[in-house]
């Protein structure tokens, strides 16, 4: 069975300082990877996403991936964040439950510091 | 509306009421799912419907669970005599694809609040 192991439930990072956020997942065959964040009270909005190709993916709101098959990771990056960035980040794997399915990880908490 | 409507936001219920929470996906959208998201957690599947076929209820924690989607469009998620371990979010989510792999983005609604008193 797929897993999403996000190891970090908070990280603080200063507002204009790089982050990485870490995502490592267990599954038998090519994984579809993806980030979501969820802003209190909100839905999950989607990232960015990785099928196939190259492994650095762009996303949504200066917003990279890289995926690593050796390492079984898909650590989310972003070279400087904003106050806006504070939110709760998750990582996902497909094919879950279901046909189409995602499994997710447990989340990281970002806080941003002034 | 053009994303995936949720209703209600909030719900509390006192323990051993029965609740319906809808999920209103984006037009021609054929697949629909269910998560449930605790406090502090990831969400967690629950069921999947392609159209109006509920191809996989395998995350359902128990027969007081019920989902159902008639006619292929709205889906409304049913639990009787809530507990308080219910106490959770409960989101919606569509996809237009309905292939045997994820392909591309889940839509999620803002999803529902249930608080078990």
């Known amino acids: 069975a797929q897993s999403v192991t996000q190891p970090d439930i908070h990280i603080t990072v200063s507002e204009g300082a790089s982050l990485e956020l870490r995502c490592n997942y267990s599954y038998g065959a090519t994984p579809y990877l993806f980030w979501y964040v969820q802003s209190p009270g909100q839905g999950l909005q989607l990232l960015l996403k990785y099928f196939s190709g190259d492994t650095l993916v762009q996303g949504i709101k200066g917003f990279e991936a890289e995926f690593k098959r050796s390492q079984s990771s898909f650590n989310l990056r972003k070279p400087s964040v904003h106050w806006s960035d504070a939110a709760e980040y998750f990582c996902a794997v497909g094919a879950g439950g279901g046909a189409d399915g995602l499994t997710f990880g447990k989340g990281t908490h970002l806080i941003i510091q002034p | 509306g053009a994303g995936v409507s949720q209703s209600p936001r909030y719900k509390v219920a006192k323990r051993g009421q029965d609740v319906a929470l809808r999920c209103d996906p984006i037009?021609?959208?054929?697949?629909l799912f269910w998560y449930q998201q605790a406090l502090g957690q990831g969400p967690e599947f629950l069921t999947y419907?392609?159209?109006?076929?509920?191809?996989?209820k395998s995350g359902l924690p128990s027969d007081r669970f019920f989902a159902e989607r008639p006619e292929g469009s709205v889906s409304t998620l049913k639990i009787q005599r809530t507990q308080q371990e219910d106490s959770a979010v409960y989101l919606c989510?569509?996809?237009?694809?309905?292939?045997?792999?994820?392909?591309?983005?889940?839509?999620f609604g803002e999803g529902s609040r249930l608080t078990v008193l």
């Open positions: 419907f392609q159209n109006e076929a509920q191809l996989d």
């Open positions: 037009s021609g959208h054929v697949s």
């Open positions: 989510a569509s996809s237009f694809p309905g292939t045997t792999r994820a392909t591309g983005e889940l839509f």
